[in-house]
């Protein structure tokens, strides 16, 4: 038996998906038609980007400057974005961080640098909030909105698309205990909302990024989920890669195109076999 015969590791058919849109234009044309039709977005497929689990704030952040020579500079460029993300993700509950506030400011001798968000202590995070009056348990959202890495993100003119990728799991949800004395009191982290504050994120902190058009959508294998997001299915991509237009433009003997198709349609007929509906007939 080959590996692919029984792969069902996401980032996997991530790859090769992404592959199939670097690689083949006429596969492009007819896939961002489909997301352009599923989000209102206008996808050029001559002109765009895509990355694979882009780490969008952490780069950005670390971009303002050299953090090894923290200056006056730096310091403020940090403190604007910060700012912008507690303005984002909760308007009119701003409050500032500052110096005095240890869980803001590396402990290092010397210059104390302004941590980057994902950075955050979460023990601490409850305390700051409780003291500054901070509703929305905010500060957890955007730590974990700084640590999230988009499957994929294609960036096409003014427009910015994440993409959320499954195969066999659903989007995540989780409790997270981050308030010792009360530990009744869990905060929820639920993985679409943190796509949506990824969204928000972007759009206030990023330079050039203000005005454009920002949507989520995921990918999966499943038609009966009613969570209400854009959605398209990787029985969908089967038929895109399926369609004449598609097939005529690639040469026979394309090993790539042979490859991202025989793994796909594996992986679809091994989800149908073990997610089918059907009973098991009696012993």
Known sequence: MNFFEVNREERHFGFLFMTAILTYPEFRKVFF??????????????????????AIFRDYWYDLGNHNNYDKELKKKREEMLKKFLNAIAPN?????????????????????????????????REIEQKNGVEGKILMRIKWLCNAKPDLMIR?????LLIEIKVESKMGSTKVVYDKINPNDPIIYNQKATQEDILKGVHACID????????????????????GNYKFYWKEIQKQLEKPEVKDSIADNDLGFKLIKTHLDKMLENYDRTHSSKKSPKP
Request: net charge positive.
């Open 156 to 160: 096409s003119k003014k427009n910015l």
């Open 208 to 227: 050039g990024m203000s005005n454009p058009n920002l949507q989520r959508i995921d990918l999966n294998n499943e038609k009966n989920d009613n969570e």
């Open 93 to 125: 509950k701003y409050f500032i961080a500052n110096d005095k506030y240890d869980f803001f400011m590396t402990k290092k001798k010397g210059v104390r640098k302004l941590w980057f968000p994902g950075k955050w202590a979460t023990n601490k995070i």
């Open 33 to 54: 038609k489909l997301l352009n039709e599923r989000t209102g977005l206008t996808l050029d497929p001559n002109d765009f980007e895509v990355y694979a689990e882009p």
